[in-house]
């Protein structure tokens, strides 16, 4: 049996000033008079989520939104997908020619592009390896449902997220990298 | 000294009706409010959180919410437990509880069994319920239980020897083993002939004080030495398979063991229901007696939940070396210092 080291008596008594002070800063946040007040839901870290929303930070990892323009239907993000939760078909399609009386052109046209988030695990691979600015992560989170499988939300659903999608940051001075665009 | 209180007449079923009321009110009215003021709240506070708010007015009717979900859920029995006594093991470790508190004093006249032998019977009984916890472990047919169980009958080796011995040095200073002589003695007592606050215990037994209290910790299995339920290491020990009702039976049990034993403590320690300068025999004391034990009862389950709070868990040979290395030794040494001085003064 190894032997007992002796008691560390300060460090015990320092964890325990720990908890309290911590508990007092969440029962008397207030400083000045009001200190004697105790108001809880101001000293709390947490936010009591259903009556007040939680406000994410700008680059959080909430859900993914589609803009459905950009895609065509070139399957890297449901090839990339670690648990195959994205579903995608579509067809082609002959597009008018872009000059005047250029030949017609082929388009692939998305049919379907469903996310199963009950299968996601938020890698944000499918976002990374997008290469014609399809998906991008935006921070909303509220789109919980009652059942499994109505968490497989389609291309609708994904393209109204696209609004909740925030601009991206500029790059820290002196960055050759010229800063991406969010298609509106 | 008792006229007015029992001017009535009652017979012996009637009392025993009375105090059955008595004993289910002392015991779960502390728990609860244990569970709401610290297990709820102070626990969540210093975790920099808010705790239950959406249940009645900053969620104090959580409990009752939970209490009603516990009885409607079902009382599942494993197929290969051994029925009988995974049904009874519950009531083995409430009982012991509701046992323990019937040898506490709340009064001059409020108290359910005024033993001669009071703490030694609440010691004696309150060992019962590790009994209660190994058949529940043995009978639940699950491994995880049965090392929750072993566990519970190992830490009982460690903790009850330091309680018993730090329990000695007490009841060598007052000279009795009854109860309301323990609080009468702290009460007439003096400190260097100065009887201005009596003379609690607390003070001449702090060493004793503090064996109780880490040996307290390890009796009501709370978190530094939680290894019986340990929910990271066995699931939840000894009551991983019990469910509903009577896992709430084990949820009263370990809250209102942590009110019984602060009872104890206070009383032991901090003066029981007596206050400073008010007259023992007085029968105002019955009303006030229950008040002063409550809010003591709170000052120690305020040490022990906030030191449940604050540590991480011991391992099983660490908390055998703390008890037979450190708290043994000492609480003999408390002991040897209190009889040299009780025979000096």
Same mark, same amino acid.
């Given at each position: 049996?190894?032997?007992?080291?002796?008691?560390?008596?300060?460090?015990?008594?320092?964890?325990?000033?720990?908890?309290?002070?911590?508990?007092?800063?969440?029962?008397?946040?207030?400083?000045? /008079?009001?200190?004697?007040?105790?108001?809880?839901?101001?000293?709390?870290?947490?936010?009591?989520?259903?009556?007040?929303?939680?406000?994410?930070?700008?680059?959080?990892?909430?859900?993914?939104?589609?803009?459905?323009?950009?895609?065509?239907?070139?399957?890297?993000?449901?090839?990339?997908?670690?648990?195959?939760?994205?579903?995608?078909?579509?067809?082609?399609?002959?597009?008018?020619?872009?000059?005047?009386?250029?030949?017609?052109?082929?388009?692939?046209?998305?049919?379907?592009?469903? /996310?199963?988030?009950?299968?996601?695990?938020?890698?944000?691979?499918?976002?990374?390896?997008?290469?014609?600015?399809?998906?991008?992560?935006?921070?909303?989170? *509220?789109?919980? *449902?009652?059942?499994?499988?109505?968490?497989?939300?389609?291309? *609708?659903?994904?393209?109204?997220?696209?609004?909740?999608?925030?601009?991206?940051?500029?790059?820290?001075?002196?960055?050759?990298?010229?800063?991406?665009?969010?298609?509106? | 000294?008792?006229?007015?209180?029992?001017?009535? %007449?009652?017979?012996?079923?009637?009392? +025993?009706?009375?105090?059955?009321?008595?004993?289910?009110?002392?015991?779960?009215?502390?728990?609860?409010?244990?569970?709401?003021? $610290?297990?709820?709240?102070?626990?969540?506070?210093?975790?920099? =959180?808010?705790?239950?708010? %959406?249940?009645?007015?900053?969620?104090?009717?959580?409990?009752?919410?939970?209490?009603?979900?516990?009885?409607?859920?079902?009382?599942?029995?494993?197929?290969?437990?051994? =029925?009988?006594?995974?049904?009874?093991?519950?009531?083995?470790?409430? &009982?012991?509880?509701?046992? +323990?508190?019937?040898?506490?004093?709340?009064?001059?006249?409020?108290?359910?069994?005024?033993?001669?032998?009071?703490?030694?019977?609440?010691?004696?009984?309150?060992?019962?319920?590790?009994?209660?916890?190994?058949?529940?472990?043995?009978?639940?047919?699950?491994?995880?239980?049965?090392?929750?169980?072993?566990?519970?009958?190992?830490?009982?080796?460690?903790?009850?020897?330091?309680?018993?011995?730090?329990?000695?040095?007490?009841?060598?200073?007052?000279?009795?083993?009854?109860?309301?002589?323990?609080?009468?003695?702290?009460?007439?007592?003096?400190?260097?002939?100065?009887?201005?606050?009596?003379?609690?215990?607390?003070?001449?037994?702090?060493?004793?004080?503090?064996?109780?209290?880490?040996?307290?910790?390890?009796?009501?299995?709370?978190?530094? $030495?939680? &290894?019986?339920?340990? %929910?990271?290491?066995?699931?939840?020990?000894?009551?991983?398979?019990?469910?509903?009702?009577?896992?709430?039976?084990? $949820?009263?049990?370990?809250?209102?063991?942590?009110?019984?034993?602060?009872?104890?403590?206070? +009383?032991?320690?901090?003066?029981?229901?007596?206050?400073?300068?008010?007259?023992?025999?007085?029968?105002?004391?019955?009303?006030?007696?229950?008040?002063?034990?409550?809010?003591?009862?709170?000052?120690? !389950?305020?040490?022990?939940?906030?030191?449940?709070?604050?540590?991480?868990?011991?391992?099983?040979?660490?908390?055998?070396?703390?008890?037979?290395?450190?708290?043994?030794?000492?609480?003999?040494?408390?002991?040897? !210092?209190?009889?040299?001085?009780?025979?000096?003064?």
């Amino acid at each position: 049996m190894a032997r007992l080291p002796a008691p560390k008596v300060p460090g015990l008594v320092k964890g325990l000033g720990v908890t309290l002070k911590t508990m007092g800063r969440t029962m008397f946040p207030a400083r000045g /008079i009001k200190t004697l007040i105790p108001a809880p839901s101001k000293g709390a870290a947490t936010v009591q989520y259903p009556h007040e929303k939680e406000v994410p930070t700008p680059r959080a990892r909430g859900v993914i939104a589609l803009k459905e323009d950009n895609c065509t239907v070139c399957m890297l993000c449901a090839r990339s997908c670690p648990d195959w939760c994205i579903y995608i078909e579509g067809h082609k399609e002959t597009a008018p020619p872009r000059r005047p009386g250029g030949k017609p052109r082929t388009v692939n046209k998305l049919d379907r592009f469903d /996310i199963d988030y009950a299968l996601c695990m938020y890698c944000g691979i499918c976002v990374e390896v997008c290469p014609f600015d399809a998906l991008f992560w935006s921070p909303e989170y *509220e789109y919980s *449902e009652l059942r499994l499988a109505d968490l497989l939300h389609d291309k *609708e659903r994904l393209g109204e997220w696209m609004e909740t999608v925030p601009d991206f940051e500029p790059y820290e001075a002196g960055s050759e990298q010229k800063v991406r665009k969010v298609p509106r | 000294m008792s006229s007015l209180v029992l001017a009535v %007449e009652l017979a012996w079923w009637q009392q +025993t009706v009375l105090r059955t009321i008595g004993v289910l009110a002392a015991v779960l009215l502390p728990a609860g409010t244990l569970v709401y003021v $610290f297990l709820f709240k102070m626990m969540s506070f210093m975790q920099s =959180r808010l705790g239950p708010m %959406e249940a009645g007015p900053y969620g104090s009717m959580q409990l009752l919410a939970e209490v009603g979900k516990w009885i409607q859920k079902e009382d599942i029995i494993p197929w290969r437990a051994d =029925r009988k006594l995974f049904a009874m093991a519950p009531y083995i470790v409430v &009982m012991t509880v509701f046992l +323990t508190y019937v040898g506490v004093p709340f009064g001059p006249d409020a108290w359910f069994a005024d033993l001669d032998v009071g703490i030694f019977y609440i010691l004696a009984v309150s060992s019962i319920s590790v009994l209660g916890i190994l058949i529940a472990g043995w009978s639940s047919a699950n491994k995880y239980s049965l090392l929750g169980g072993l566990r519970a009958a190992g830490q009982l080796i460690a903790y009850e020897l330091p309680m018993v011995l730090a329990v000695v040095g007490v009841v060598i200073q007052a000279g009795t083993l009854n109860l309301q002589g323990i609080v009468a003695a702290q009460h007439e007592g003096a400190i260097f002939g100065w009887d201005g606050i009596g003379n609690p215990f607390i003070l001449t037994q702090f060493v004793g004080f503090l064996i109780f209290l880490v040996a307290l910790q390890a009796e009501l299995t709370q978190t530094p $030495f939680d &290894m019986p339920v340990a %929910e990271s290491e066995l699931v939840s020990g000894y009551m991983t398979e019990y469910s509903g009702m009577r896992f709430l039976l084990f $949820f009263i049990a370990e809250f209102a063991s942590a009110g019984a034993f602060a009872a104890v403590a206070a +009383t032991l320690f901090l003066g029981g229901w007596a206050l400073p300068g008010v007259d023992l025999d007085a029968d105002y004391m019955n009303v006030l007696g229950p008040i002063v034990l409550l809010a003591k009862i709170m000052l120690v !389950a305020f040490l022990v939940f906030w030191v449940r709070f604050t540590y991480p868990r011991f391992r099983e040979d660490q908390l055998q070396q703390l008890a037979w290395k450190v708290l043994i030794p000492l609480s003999l040494v408390n002991i040897l !210092a209190t009889m040299a001085l009780k025979v000096a003064y």
